[in-house]
């Protein structure tokens, strides 16, 4: 069942969903989206809305727990395959 916080995700007759997951890595903070095949933005995270602040938003942990928690919200709509694209230098590519 699709929650109406995610009302832009569409399901596929007959299939699971596919998905690509853009992660961004810069110095001071780390942001993860997933979007549908078109490009468009289903969900996002990062390491800020995470709960993490200051300096701790730029290590590969909280670049970890923000992946988790878009991994969750992914797996609530019914994503069962996606793609990873990383871009930058930062601690989160990690």
């Not at 780390?30 to 995270?45: E, K, R």
């Not at 590969?60 to 992946?67: D, I, P, R």
């Amino acid at each position: 069942m699709l929650n109406k916080k995610y009302k832009n995700a569409t399901i596929k007759k007959g299939g699971n969903l596919i998905g690509i997951i853009f992660l961004k890595a810069t110095l001071n903070n780390t942001i993860v989206t997933l979007t549908d095949l078109s490009g468009n933005t289903i969900a996002w995270c990062s390491s800020g809305s995470a709960g993490f602040k200051n300096s701790r938003k730029s290590t590969s942990y909280a670049g970890q727990a923000a992946a988790e928690k878009l991994a969750k919200k992914a797996k609530q709509i019914g994503y069962q395959v996606v793609t990873v694209k990383m871009k930058g230098f930062g601690f989160g590519k990690e």
